[in-house]
């Protein structure tokens, strides 16, 4: 009889729920409707089509082990509720006048916020921290304001010219660096900014952010995971561009137009991802390993 009540209980609350996003999806229509075209669009946007069934998944999947009705935490939604409602009026662009991108991520970001209050105002605080993880991946909805990514591109430039400048040198083959433009023996680069690699960056944080989810159980681990993409990113970028350069040097010029350099980015992706999961085979290890150390210090302290 509790099991059915309490059954009942989250199956109002679901239900409330889905009320509670299905109005908010129709107040913010129009901007969720000009994220679906930017994703479409413009390929730096395009990780964005995977975010919701990615959450969706990831909460079914801890849905499975059992979810209880939880406590109403209206304080802690309420804390969420009240920036997500400034958001919504800054993202009219009346009071504060704001580009067209900042306008959508600010309206994008306050919509998210709203789901998670509603969460908390209808689970509570321990079934969010239960279900953190494909929270938090919604995030990822709320798209870059071009003021934020030109910056990350611009990094990701540097970062990728300089990596590949070192790869150069460790290949022994003479180069010199003048900001982008990197001069070989028979060959001129330059590391443009369609050459920063901030589609196939964005992907691999996906990536990782599903990876860490099944694989690593501790919080500090995925959180770890997700800032070494890009680092991981930025190395695959430079081998990219070595690869091709070095191709081009000494094996034949059509590989610098080939479709290595058009429709090779897959290649380099599965060499990222393979990346990834050797940073999560050794996160692994070291868990084993801590593990392993604290048995064997428990048993001793037994034995004596």
């Not at 989250?10 to 999806?25: D, K, N, P, T």
């Not at 099944?214 to 919080?219: A, E, R, T, V």
Request: hydrophobic share 60%.
């Amino acid at each position: 009889m509790i099991v059915d009540v309490k059954t009942r209980i989250r199956s109002h609350r679901l239900a409330f729920l889905g009320l509670l996003v299905a109005i908010s999806i129709v107040w913010f229509r129009p901007h969720i409707l000009a994220l679906a075209e930017v994703s479409l669009r413009h390929e730096q946007y395009s990780h964005i089509l995977l975010i919701l069934p990615l959450s969706a998944c990831l909460a079914f999947m801890e849905a499975k082990q059992g979810v209880g009705a939880g406590k109403a935490a209206p304080k802690a939604s309420l804390a969420l509720l009240a920036p997500a409602a400034l958001l919504t009026w800054i993202g009219r662009g009346v009071a504060i006048p704001l580009s067209e991108s900042t306008r959508l991520s600010v309206n994008i970001l306050a919509l998210v916020l709203f789901w998670f209050a509603f969460v908390l105002l209808l689970f509570g605080a321990e079934v969010f921290r239960r279900f953190q993880w494909p929270l938090l991946v919604l995030l990822l909805l709320v798209p870059l304001p071009e003021f934020v990514l030109s910056r990350l591109v611009f990094a990701l430039q540097v970062a990728s010219a300089k990596t590949t400048f070192w790869l150069f040198r460790l290949a022994g083959i003479p180069v010199m660096q003048n900001g982008f433009l990197l001069s070989l023996p028979m060959l001129d680069v330059e590391v443009a900014q369609q050459c920063s690699g901030i589609r196939s960056a964005m992907m691999l944080l996906v990536t990782s952010l599903t990876l860490g989810y099944l694989f690593l159980k501790p919080g500090w681990q995925r959180v770890l995971l997700v800032i070494l993409v890009l680092p991981i990113a930025v190395l695959k970028n430079g081998v990219r561009i070595f690869v091709l350069a070095t191709l081009g040097m000494y094996v034949d010029d059509a590989w610098l137009n080939g479709r290595l350099h058009h429709q090779g980015g897959i290649v380099f992706f599965v060499a990222g991802t393979a990346m990834v999961g050797f940073a999560i085979w050794v996160l692994r290890r070291f868990e084993l390993g801590r593990s392993q150390q604290a048995s064997i210090s428990s048993l001793s302290r037994d034995q004596r």
